[in-house]
């Protein structure tokens, strides 16, 4: 079975251009996160959707930052304007939604913004 | 809030040396526990949980028992290798209905031929 996909893999760009993330969670999978990690703060937990529908946000650093799940197999998450300091490794996971559940990560995609 | 405490690294151990990786926890109600590992380049991916008091989780010689009187559960392993040279992170459910889990900062080993 295919896991968490995540494109682009590397995305380099200026600073002041829209960024764009994509995710496709595992098929039937009905929790969808969003991570970004860097040396500095390690791992953040930025937001989490259940069935298509935001349940926390709160880790999301700015308004310049938006997540989006439109249906059950896609997400995205975008940086408009971005900045230097977003440069980390975003990751994107999904489970089942359950507590005994693991989440299962996708191989991340490395952002930087000059 | 739930949180969750790692020793902090980096730990570097020669081939063959017997790993022990500390976590503690603080949560309300009776969390799941996991820890996932991450390779150079890679997501993070499951390598072992636990659901109640007492159970041991197991796998590739790594194990982890859930310890509720001491709200710990260590990663241990007797033999290391090479290949397991990576990033460890400890995490416990949130106890909501939609799995979010809470993450240690992680532990990078090391492991030296």
């Known amino acids: 079975d295919a896991g968490v996909i995540q494109s682009p893999r590397h995305e380099v760009t200026e600073m002041g251009q829209e960024v764009t993330l994509r995710c496709k969670p595992i098929?039937?999978?009905?929790?969808l996160f969003w991570y970004r990690q860097t040396m500095m703060r390690g791992l953040e937990l930025l937001i989490y959707f259940n069935n298509n529908v935001p349940i926390d946000d709160s880790g999301m650093p700015e308004d310049r930052f938006s997540a989006k799940m439109p249906n059950a197999s896609f997400s995205t998450l975008k940086i408009q304007p971005s900045e230097p300091r977003d440069s980390a490794v975003y990751f994107c996971?999904?489970?089942?939604?359950?507590?005994?559940?693991?989440?299962?990560f996708g191989d991340g995609t490395r952002l930087s913004i000059l | 809030g739930d949180s969750v405490t790692q020793m902090e690294g980096p730990v570097t151990l020669s081939e063959e040396a017997f790993l022990t990786i500390n976590c503690t926890y603080t949560?309300?109600?009776?969390?799941?526990l996991f820890w996932y590992v991450q390779y150079p380049g890679e997501g993070l991916q499951l390598l072992l949980k636990a659901t109640k008091a007492d159970d041991k989780g197991s796998n590739k010689g790594f194990e982890a028992t859930y310890r509720k009187e001491t709200t710990s559960f260590h990663l241990e392993k007797g033999s290391v290798q090479v290949s397991d040279s990576a990033v460890y992170f400890c995490?416990?459910?949130?106890?909501?209905?939609?799995?979010?889990?809470?993450f240690g900062k992680g532990t990078k080993l090391s492991v030296k031929p």
């Open positions: 996971a999904s489970s089942f939604g359950r507590t005994l559940q693991p989440q299962h």
């Open positions: 098929s039937g999978h009905n929790s």
């Open positions: 995490a416990l459910s949130d106890g909501g209905s939609q799995g979010n889990l809470i």
């Open positions: 949560a309300t109600g009776y969390p799941s």
